[in-house]
């Protein structure tokens, strides 16, 4: 049923499906397993230890798929999870397996996007509070300027399809003012949670000209290729069938009907059942 040695995505729910978007877009011949632990989302406002153990599980589960590679496109599973995954559990239990994260590829190119040399980042609770963005960022741009704002009330908003409707303008409206409260010098804002790019339309239009707005898929996308390039013991590893499976921790008709608008594309899915 499942095909070997495939590329493994996970996220806590549908926003990774943005990233893989881009992924797949940039390198289409590659395999991809999919997973969302959407029965547990979100990961925003849980404690590291609950994140750690949630990603840990997700993460041997697509290594007993046969995916050597593991992307975690998810900020708050990278932020609280990654690199512990990293330094303790693989070179113990997995020394063959690679896990990458959202973060640091973003950081080591965020420095081009602004004049002013002040970011806005926006986020999750979890990611905001863990300073991963500042750490990170500062070890490439250490000039710049890292201003951040949690938005607690958008991944709820767009897991439950209400993001584009007029009540949603209020919470963009809102956690859009007080970032700029802070730092009204800011002239790029990255959206350091997969979920957010689905606010673009409406984020846009509370911007000046000239302001960049900054999405992570193709800059995760750009980042893998150049990985695989420069790995070959890995890149070997992987199939070339182009194809792509899906699944889920949740109600997988669900998963089907909300992950379309993610994935800009009909997906269907299967359920898995993970420790609840």
């Not at 798929?65 to 992307?71: D, F, K, N």
């Not at 590893?237 to 194809?243: C, T, V």
């Given at each position: 049923m499942i095909h070997k040695k495939s590329i493994g995505i996970f996220d806590s729910g549908y926003g990774g499906l943005t990233v893989f978007k881009a992924i797949a877009n940039k390198l289409p011949d590659y395999n991809y397993i999919y997973l969302g632990d959407n029965a547990r989302a979100p990961y925003g406002d849980?404690?590291?230890?609950?994140?750690?153990?949630?990603?840990?599980?997700c993460v041997e589960w697509l290594f007993e798929?046969?995916?050597?590679?593991?992307?975690?496109?998810?900020?708050?599973?990278?932020a609280k999870a990654l690199r512990t995954i990293q330094q303790k559990v693989l070179p113990v239990k997995y020394p063959h397996h690679r896990v990458l994260g959202v973060?640091?590829?973003?950081?080591?190119?965020?420095?081009?996007?602004?004049?002013?040399?002040?970011?806005g980042v926006m986020g999750?609770?979890?990611t905001i509070n863990s300073e991963s963005y500042p750490i990170e960022i500062h070890k490439f741009f250490p000039e710049l300027d890292v201003v951040q704002q949690?938005?607690?009330?958008?991944?709820?908003?767009?897991e439950n399809n209400e993001h584009l409707q007029e009540g949603a303008d209020y919470f963009v409206q809102e956690y859009m003012d007080q970032l700029l409260e802070k730092s009204p010098d800011i002239d790029a804002i990255?959206?350091?949670?997969?979920?957010?790019?689905?606010?673009?339309?409406?984020?846009?239009?509370?911007?000046?000209?000239g302001f960049k707005l900054i999405a992570q898929g193709d800059i995760v996308a750009d980042?893998?290729?150049?990985?695989?390039?420069?790995?070959?013991?890995?890149?070997?590893?992987?199939?070339?069938?182009?194809?792509?499976?899906?699944?889920?921790?949740?109600?997988?008709?669900?998963?089907?009907?909300?992950?379309?608008?993610?994935f800009d594309k009909e997906v269907m899915s299967q359920q898995i059942n993970l420790k609840i």
């Open positions: 849980h404690s590291y230890e609950t994140v750690y153990q949630y990603t840990l599980e798929q046969g995916c050597p590679l593991v992307i975690l496109a998810c900020n708050t599973a990278s973060i640091r590829p973003t950081a080591e190119v965020i420095g081009n996007y602004t004049a002013s040399g002040k970011i999750t609770r979890g949690s938005c607690p009330m958008w991944v709820p908003l767009i990255l959206l350091a949670c997969t979920h957010y790019p689905l606010l673009i339309p409406k984020i846009s239009k509370l911007l000046p000209e980042s893998l290729s150049l990985y695989l390039v420069n790995h070959p013991e890995i890149e070997e590893l992987l199939n070339k069938d182009g194809e792509k499976q899906f699944f889920t921790s949740g109600d997988h008709l669900v998963f089907d009907k909300n992950a379309s608008i993610f």
